[in-house]
């Protein structure tokens, strides 16, 4: 039975919807190359219970059930409604709906909010119609529902047409209706199914939320999937995520926007704002929300965490027809970080009673048998393997081999018996049909390509490391700080903001002529670095506005004389502040530190390889602000050069101690300026041995006042 929705009138709605006592379908067709059509006969023929109204005018029967001209006609109010008509002829259809009693509808009718301001206007005014009423939508611009758990199919896609519904316990939200219908298809050829699976389309009223929400409390569903292009309300979505995590429903996304081009595609498609991925990404890893590329590859993970709720992956072991194969997936599992087991003795005993020396270890190549066939010894190989407590997945990567059907039926029937988790990965075409069948008769989860299982692989052990924040606490004798006005700080002022939050700055004071420069540089002692004072001046060194060990005066103020002349070539419009004359900082490290504001959630630190590695390497990690010490070393951690912090190569270690404070710091500075403050780096950050530190030799930062502060 449905869940009853009780406590929740959100819930209670969305569960009726899901599962309606009747459904009105306007634009009702026998004609299959019509949207009303299709959808028509797909409701029909996947059994729904209900009673199924057909609206058209123009016939008195449609398939044999009795059609009515308008909804308003119809014997009982609609549960539901479905709407493939015409855009023009919408509002009128809404209204009648509501005037009828009906408690929610389907509208798969596009060019509204995503066609520009005028299709805007439209659907504001559907919403308005339906709420008068308070009538809940779905869609515009969606491709329905479609309800294994219910029999229910609102949806015209010709996926579809198939002969059964496979139920399982995966639910599914989408903001795209085709790649949902796809997704749909792609699963039962592989013999996954669903309890919901949803297109929100435009979410002019019913959003992405709203069902995940449902999804969570659902007993029929214990995974969820999503495609998502963008988020309606940041707060509620983190929220969600930290309750499906505590409901033990593992989220799975794959969201569009990741590069400029996709945020403009997603923009264009369903008329939502993709906000930035690296922040996206930081938010979602914290809060439980299991991001992935790939759409097959999130539909086998869920298939698995269905199959085996609760079990943890970090060691995989391959087991393949082919040792080109098994050489292969080796590789791609190393590439993606994802270790193999080494096995125990007793593994390697036993499997060395079936295989020629070397050929018992990880991979596990059924090639290298010493008699017989891959399906004589398929089976006990699989028993010996996931019997070793050092394997948490096996994976079976397929080629063609003799007997390919047995032998792929001996192997699932052992995994299947050993309760191991386990992917199949079916390489080879035609050849692998009716191996593919024999998988299908025994539910077995496979895919066809070795990414998509290697991708459900990465994501099934990041899924087993979830990140648990610890509670953020202010430094002692940490203040708060004004923000500075509007717009560019130059260098003096960023490290003066640092400096006030306890984050070390190089001693330096600005010189506006050449003898106050030589003696701020006799104040602080040589060699010095020279850097032009300009907020103006993104990129100093690119405009000549950077000098290094200068180790006198008349080095000094020759330099001085020198970046004047290049500034005023490379940039002859900028206005030149002043010098900034400063202690020059060696280090053994650098790295770059920053702030960003995410427009949907708010202020994250960035940390990274800093200097000029940081466009090079890419080397950076997010997290939300503010940043507890043990989260801050964490994000160090993941990054490439974290090794080098550690003395990688016999050098000394560095002071991470000193960098986590910073990081912290910075975290709090972010958080008690996050209103105001658009970008903030420090690169480098200097980052000397153990004990001596770290230093901020150069920063800039950009206020920008938000309306909605004031």
Request: glycine letters at 8%.
């Amino acid at each position: 039975m449905a869940p009853s929705g009780q406590g929740n009138p959100l819930r209670a709605d969305i569960a009726r919807l899901l599962n309606p006592a009747s459904v009105a379908m306007i634009g009702a067709s026998e004609d299959q190359t019509k949207f009303g059509g299709r959808a028509f006969r797909n409701l029909m023929r996947h059994r729904y219970a209900g009673a199924i109204f057909p609206i058209n005018p123009a016939r008195e029967a449609l398939f044999g059930l009795k059609a009515y001209p308008h909804v308003g006609a119809t014997p009982a109010p609609p549960d539901m409604v479905v709407m493939a008509i015409p855009q023009p002829k919408v509002l009128d259809a809404i209204r009648a709906s509501a005037a009828a009693g009906a408690r929610g509808a389907v509208i798969i009718t596009a060019k509204f909010a995503e066609a520009g301001p005028e299709g805007a206007a439209a659907e504001a005014e559907l919403v308005s119609a339906a709420r008068q009423a308070g009538m809940r939508l779905i869609g515009p611009n969606c491709l329905g529902v479609i309800s294994p758990a219910n029999k229910l199919v609102l949806c015209s896609s010709p996926a579809l047409d198939v002969e059964n519904l496979i139920e399982a316990p995966i639910g599914m939200v989408s903001q795209s209706g085709a790649l949902m219908a796809t997704l749909f298809d792609r699963a039962w050829d592989r013999g996954i199914g669903f309890s919901h699976c949803i297109s929100v389309g435009n979410q002019a009223d019913l959003e992405l939320c709203d069902f995940v929400e449902y999804l969570i409390g659902d007993a029929r569903t214990k995974v969820i999937t999503s495609y998502v292009e963008g988020i309606k309300d940041p707060v509620r979505f983190l929220s969600l995520a930290r309750a499906a995590r505590a409901a033990g429903k593992p989220w799975l996304m794959v969201k569009a926007g990741r590069t400029e081009t996709g945020t403009r595609a997603a923009f264009s498609h369903t008329a939502s704002l993709a906000g930035s991925w690296r922040s996206f990404a930081a938010a979602c890893r914290e809060n439980g929300v299991q991001l992935m590329d790939e759409p097959d590859a999130m539909i086998l993970l869920a298939a698995a965490l269905a199959r085996f709720p609760g079990r943890r992956v970090d060691r995989v072991a391959v087991i393949t027809t082919s040792g080109g194969s098994g050489a292969i997936t080796a590789d791609r599992l190393t590439d993606r970080g994802i270790a193999l087991a080494s096995f125990a003795p007793a593994t390697e005993q036993a499997l060395a009673q079936e295989f020629m020396a070397g050929q018992a270890a990880n991979p596990v190549d059924l090639g290298g048998r010493k008699t017989g066939e891959a399906v004589d010894i398929g089976g006990t190989s699989v028993k010996h393997v996931a019997a070793d407590p050092a394997v948490d997945l096996l994976l079976l990567a397929i080629t063609t081999a003799p007997m390919l059907d047995r032998t792929t039926a001996g192997l699932a029937d052992a995994a299947i018996a050993a309760g191991k988790p386990y992917l199949f990965v079916m390489q080879p075409g035609k050849a692998a049909a009716a191996a593919r069948r024999a998988l299908l008769k025994r539910k077995a989860l496979f895919t066809d390509t070795i990414d998509d299982a290697v991708r459900a692989a990465e994501a099934w052990v990041e899924l087993s490391h979830p990140i648990e924040r610890k509670p953020a606490v202010r430094p002692p004798g940490l203040g708060t700080s004004a923000a500075p006005a509007t717009g560019a700080t130059n260098e003096a002022e960023t490290k003066a903001l640092l400096a006030h939050y306890g984050i070390p700055v190089n001693q330096g004071d600005v010189a506006i002529d050449e003898p106050e420069a030589v003696a701020i540089a006799r104040r602080i002692g040589y060699p010095v670095a020279l850097k032009a004072v300009s907020a103006e001046l993104v990129h100093k060194s690119d405009a000549g506005g950077v000098a290094l060990e200068l180790r006198d005066a008349p080095a000094l103020t020759k330099a001085m004389s020198d970046m004047r002349a290049a500034i005023a070539r490379a940039r002859p419009a900028a206005r030149l502040e002043g010098f900034l004359v400063q202690q020059m900082i060696a280090g053994e490290a650098e790295l770059i530190l920053g702030i960003e504001r995410d427009p949907q959630f708010g202020p994250f630190v960035l940390v990274g390889a800093g200097g000029a590695l940081t466009e090079l390497l890419g080397d950076a990690a997010l997290a939300s602000a503010p940043l507890a010490p043990d989260d801050a070393l964490v994000l160090l951690q993941r990054l490439k050069v974290w090794k080098l912090l550690q003395g990688m190569r016999g050098r000394r270690k560095l002071d991470v101690a000193a960098v986590v404070d910073a990081i912290v710091r910075l975290s709090w500075l972010a958080h008690d300026l996050r209103d105001d403050l658009a970008e903030f780096d420090i690169n480098p950050l200097i980052v000397r041995a153990d004990g001596n530190g770290c230093v901020a030799v150069d920063a800039r930062a950009r206020f920008e006042k938000r309306l909605e502060s004031k």
